[in-house]
């Protein structure tokens, strides 16, 4: 059974600070996905990652992948309160992309 | 252009009812899928559709629950008798062509089943 275990599941960040979420996935999978939630809204897609050493950078985000050591990292620079939101990876072995989530990471940035 | 649609955005219910979910996916998406986050929750798969196929549909939680797909359009989630325990927001997914592409996801519907 794939299972997929980030963390920290809470992360309260002060703004200008680095910090990195963890996902790592209990069997070799086909993609890795990060999504993004606001309160009360849907998820957001913000990266796909596809093989191993895949870096994909977006403003103050960056994720990553190794697929040897079933570890992808989501790095945030110089935090800011608009990052604020919960994480979440998500990895597929289907051929047809249904995706197994981590349980989320609360990420809130003070000022 | 338009992203994918669900209705109703709020339901509450009793338990015992049933309840009909309605998910729009983006036009000319072929996969469509069905989650469910309970609170506090990641998500968990509940049924892939492909067409108006459904090639999976392992994460069903019951019979009490069912899905449909009018060909490359429309899916309704129905759960039957509903319970307490069905209390969540419900998900839909569309992406192009449903192999690995990336997902778009609806607003959801939160059911609270009282």
């Known amino acids: 059974e794939l299972k997929v275990e980030q963390n920290p599941l809470f992360l309260s960040m002060q703004e200008g600070k680095n910090y990195t979420i963890y996902c790592n996935y209990s069997?070799?999978?086909?993609?890795l996905y990060w999504y993004r939630q606001d309160p009360g809204k849907s998820l957001e897609s913000l990266f796909v990652?596809?093989?191993?050493?895949a870096v994909k950078q977006e403003g103050r985000l960056m994720a990553s992948l190794d697929t040897k050591a079933r570890l992808s990292t989501l790095h945030i620079t110089a935090a800011v309160h608009d990052l604020s939101a919960t994480y979440f990876c998500?990895?597929?072995?289907?051929?047809?992309?249904?995706?197994?989530f981590g349980q989320g990471t609360i990420l809130t940035v003070h000022p | 252009g338009a992203g994918v649609s669900q209705s109703p955005s709020n339901k509450v219910t009793e338990k015992g009812k049933d309840v009909e979910l309605r998910c729009d996916p983006i036009?000319?998406?072929?996969?469509l899928y069905w989650y469910r986050q309970r609170l506090g929750q990641g998500l968990e798969f509940l049924i892939y559709?492909?067409?108006?196929?459904?090639?999976?549909k392992s994460g069903l939680p019951s019979d009490r629950f069912s899905a449909e797909r009018t060909g490359e359009s429309v899916s309704t989630l129905t759960i039957q008798r509903t319970q307490q325990e069905d209390s969540a927001v419900y998900l839909c997914?569309?992406?192009?062509?449903?192999?690995?592409?990336?997902?778009?996801f609806g607003p959801g519907t939160r059911l609270t089943v009282l």
């Open positions: 997914a569309s992406s192009l062509q449903g192999l690995g592409d990336t997902q778009y």
């Open positions: 069997t070799t999978s086909d993609r």
């Open positions: 990652l596809l093989s191993n050493g």
């Open positions: 998500a990895v597929t072995r289907t051929s047809y992309g249904k995706l197994t």
């Open positions: 036009s000319g998406h072929t996969a």
């Open positions: 559709f492909q067409g108006n196929s459904a090639p999976d």
